[in-house]
Each structure stands twice: as structure tokens, then as C-alpha cells.
């Protein structure tokens, strides 16, 4: 029985370098559109901003189906994005915002499980 926990245990982990490969292909995507304006952010230094860093961070952790750590990151650098852009977040986007959010980690709560579930 412990030989098979420890089989099922070793095969659920991602090998490094896959973490790794997922790393460098976003950070090519987001030099991709930074160099070539594709959000009309303007120039480059736009593009990597500390908020663009933790969204950044939040897709590499979903991609590696961390989707509460991830969604959290993404969400917080689009909040401090937001404020930048807009000045004041308006009422709307405000209000809904982080209720939205905390579904959308009760729906990636529920993703991860049917993941695992189908692992097995």
C-alpha cells in the first residue's frame, strides 16, 4: 500500500523543467506583445511594470494548476492596473470585483479536484 502512495505521489508532481519550459514560453509571449504594442500600453518599460510582474507570476502559476495562488496574483496586479489606468476604479468594477474573485477561486477549487479525480 505505501509503495503505491509513493508512485501516485511522485507521478502528481511537475518535473522542474516543465515548470521551467512554462516559465520561458510566457516570458517570450509577454517580450512578444511588449515589443510589439499589442495592448497600446505604449513603450516598453509600460509592459513591466510591478503590476504586469504579479499578473505575470499569476499565469505561470496557473499553468501550473496553482489556481488559487495564481488567480490571486493575477487578480491583485489587474486592481492596481485598473487604478493606474483609470485614476479612481469606478463604482461598478469596484463593487463586483473581488466578490468575483472569490468565485472564481471557489471555481478553481472545484477545477483542481476534477483534475485530481481524473489523475487518479
Given at each position: 500500500?505505501r509503495?503505491k502512495?509513493?508512485?501516485?505521489q511522485?507521478?502528481r508532481?511537475?518535473?522542474?523543467?516543465?515548470s521551467?519550459?512554462?516559465?520561458?514560453?510566457?516570458l517570450?509571449?509577454a517580450l512578444l506583445?511588449?515589443t510589439?504594442?499589442?495592448f497600446?500600453?505604449?513603450?516598453?518599460?509600460e509592459?513591466?511594470?510591478?503590476e504586469?510582474?504579479l499578473?505575470?507570476?499569476g499565469?505561470?502559476?496557473?499553468?501550473?494548476l496553482?489556481?488559487t495562488g495564481?488567480l490571486?496574483f493575477i487578480?491583485?496586479g489587474?486592481w492596481?492596473?485598473?487604478?493606474?489606468?483609470?485614476?479612481?476604479?469606478?463604482?461598478?468594477?469596484?463593487?463586483?470585483?473581488?466578490?468575483?474573485v472569490?468565485?472564481?477561486?471557489?471555481?478553481g477549487?472545484?477545477?483542481?479536484?476534477i483534475i485530481?479525480?481524473?489523475r487518479?
Amino acid at each position: 500500500m505505501r509503495y503505491k502512495e509513493n508512485f501516485v505521489q511522485r507521478h502528481r508532481d511537475h518535473h522542474p523543467q516543465v515548470s521551467i519550459g512554462i516559465f520561458f514560453i510566457a516570458l517570450g509571449l509577454a517580450l512578444l506583445a511588449a515589443t510589439n504594442d499589442w495592448f497600446n500600453l505604449g513603450g516598453f518599460y509600460e509592459y513591466f511594470s510591478w503590476e504586469t510582474v504579479l499578473i505575470f507570476i499569476g499565469v505561470v502559476l496557473l499553468l501550473n494548476l496553482k489556481f488559487t495562488g495564481g488567480l490571486l496574483f493575477i487578480a491583485g496586479g489587474v486592481w492596481f492596473l485598473l487604478d493606474d489606468y483609470y485614476g479612481e476604479i469606478p463604482e461598478l468594477i469596484r463593487t463586483i470585483y473581488w466578490p468575483g474573485v472569490i468565485v472564481m477561486i471557489g471555481i478553481g477549487f472545484i477545477i483542481s479536484a476534477i483534475i485530481k479525480r481524473i489523475r487518479e
